[in-house]
């Protein structure tokens, strides 16, 4: 375990809520190549805090990686809603682009 992991946890034992947090550990294990730490970190984050738009497209890269199409799809359409009730036009963008790169469907969104 990295330093950087160690202490990101001890930061988060003190900060349980902290959405930052959970999203920085999950994107620690994806970058040591522990995917299945970074989807736990990723999911309970977005059970947590289903507004942190950040998540999506990152959620829905880990998905891609893992040839998970459909939830990544699914992932970045979350995003997207969550993305356009904030008003985050760059994130919609991000988010929808990625989705346009695995689903070519004509889908309003």
């Given amino acids: 375990m990295s330093q950087r992991l160690q202490r990101l946890q001890q930061m988060l034992a003190a900060s349980p809520g902290d959405s930052f947090l959970l999203f920085a550990i999950a994107k620690e294990f994806e970058s040591l190549g522990d995917l299945d730490q970074a989807f736990e970190h990723y999911l309970r984050l977005r ?8 998540l999506y497209y990152h959620l829905g890269k880990l998905f891609e990686k893992t040839a998970q199409l459909d939830r990544a799809i699914q992932t970045y359409r979350q995003g997207i809603a969550v ?3 904030a008003g985050d036009r760059h994130a919609w963008s991000e988010l929808n682009g990625a989705r346009l790169e695995i689903d070519d469907s004509d889908d309003d969104i």
Wanted: a negative charge; aromatic letters at 10%; zero cysteines.
């Fill in 47 to 54: 059970d947590t805090d289903p507004d942190y738009v950040g």
């Fill in 83 to 85: 993305a356009k009730k």
